[in-house]
């Protein structure tokens, strides 16, 4: 994803498994590309994000419905 600060998921999941349990809430105030909110996806944790530049919050949706899809499947 094209955001000058994406930070890899694999990290993003230590952290928010260190700081978290299954069901919790993970605010991220700067979303951009939105790999928080694939993290917790992937980790069962709600998420609420929050991203001021339209071009990256839209692409950030298409992103998360993906991965979305990918879940239910398996």
Same mark, same amino acid.
């Given at each position: 994803?094209?955001?000058?600060? &994406?930070?890899?998921? *694999?990290?993003? +999941?230590?952290?928010? *498994?260190? &700081?978290?349990? %299954?069901?919790? #809430?993970?605010?991220?105030?700067? %979303?951009?590309?939105? &790999?928080?909110? *694939? %993290?917790?996806?992937? #980790? ?5 994000? %929050? ?9 950030? #949706? *298409? $992103?998360?419905? +993906?991965? $979305?899809? =990918? =879940?239910? $499947?398996?």
């Amino acid at each position: 994803y094209k955001h000058g600060t &994406s930070k890899p998921v *694999e990290i993003l +999941k230590k952290l928010i *498994e260190a &700081s978290s349990n %299954a069901g919790d #809430l993970v605010f991220d105030p700067y %979303a951009g590309s939105m &790999s928080t909110g *694939e %993290a917790c996806l992937k #980790l069962d944790r709600k998420y609420l994000l %929050a991203e001021i530049d339209k071009e990256f919050y839209d692409t950030g #949706l *298409e $992103r998360l419905k +993906k991965i $979305r899809k =990918l =879940l239910v $499947r398996k």
